[in-house]
């Protein structure tokens, strides 16, 4: 379910649920924009049987992007491959290599499912009702062999603006893109 706290409380907003027999699980990001931060965007997944899960990168709707990302799961990065140039669906996959696992995340369309796949393993997260004030609440199903590490990050991407995964989304993505480019050599 999604949720947002008010500016006593820090000015966050994410998701916070019950993962079935994992337990509880929040994924938080700070709502407001930080300078320090140099245009990044932070957001960190947490709960008793999870692994520690944080996902930084660009900021793009007060969310990280996948631009200049990092994906980090107790204190171990996982390497992501994205290209954003690719016209097929397949090809602007995010690949997610972690301890041995080799992810393939993908959207299925603008506003749709949004997919995890290794081997032998899929958890899918659906958009759900939408609440609000607070957002879009989230259902997501996933094969038995799924374990803590699987599900967080699955999990931990529902915060992450992945709309540049579908060519639509990367249509509408362009002019931040371009922005984004001029920005980096600014830098």
């Given at each position: 379910m999604p949720y947002k706290s008010s500016a006593?409380?820090?000015?966050?907003?994410?998701l916070r649920g019950?993962?079935?027999?994992?337990g509880a699980v929040t994924v938080e990001r700070c709502t407001l924009y930080?300078?320090?931060?140099k245009g990044m965007e932070t957001v960190r997944l947490s709960g008793p049987e999870f692994p520690e899960t944080t996902?930084?990168?660009k900021r793009r709707s007060g969310q990280p992007s996948l631009f200049k990302a990092e994906l980090t799961l107790a204190g171990r990065?996982?390497?992501l491959r994205f290209n954003p140039r690719a016209l097929r669906k397949e090809d602007r996959a995010l690949r997610i290599a972690y301890e041995g696992r080799e992810y393939i995340y993908s959207a299925e369309g603008l506003g749709k499912a949004k997919?995890?796949?290794r081997?032998?393993?899929?958890?899918?997260?659906?958009?759900?009702?939408y609440i609000p004030q607070a957002g879009t609440a989230r259902t997501g199903t996933a094969t038995d062999s799924a374990d803590v590490v699987d599900l967080a990050i699955a999990i931990v991407m529902e915060e992450v603006d992945t709309d540049v995964l579908t060519l639509g989304g990367a249509a509408l993505s362009s002019p931040f893109a371009l922005m984004q480019h001029f920005s980096d050599r600014a830098e």
């Amino acid at each position: 379910m999604p949720y947002k706290s008010s500016a006593e409380e820090g000015s966050k907003a994410g998701l916070r649920g019950d993962v079935g027999h994992f337990g509880a699980v929040t994924v938080e990001r700070c709502t407001l924009y930080r300078p320090a931060e140099k245009g990044m965007e932070t957001v960190r997944l947490s709960g008793p049987e999870f692994p520690e899960t944080t996902f930084r990168g660009k900021r793009r709707s007060g969310q990280p992007s996948l631009f200049k990302a990092e994906l980090t799961l107790a204190g171990r990065n996982a390497e992501l491959r994205f290209n954003p140039r690719a016209l097929r669906k397949e090809d602007r996959a995010l690949r997610i290599a972690y301890e041995g696992r080799e992810y393939i995340y993908s959207a299925e369309g603008l506003g749709k499912a949004k997919v995890l796949e290794r081997e032998g393993l899929r958890v899918t997260m659906e958009p759900g009702q939408y609440i609000p004030q607070a957002g879009t609440a989230r259902t997501g199903t996933a094969t038995d062999s799924a374990d803590v590490v699987d599900l967080a990050i699955a999990i931990v991407m529902e915060e992450v603006d992945t709309d540049v995964l579908t060519l639509g989304g990367a249509a509408l993505s362009s002019p931040f893109a371009l922005m984004q480019h001029f920005s980096d050599r600014a830098e």
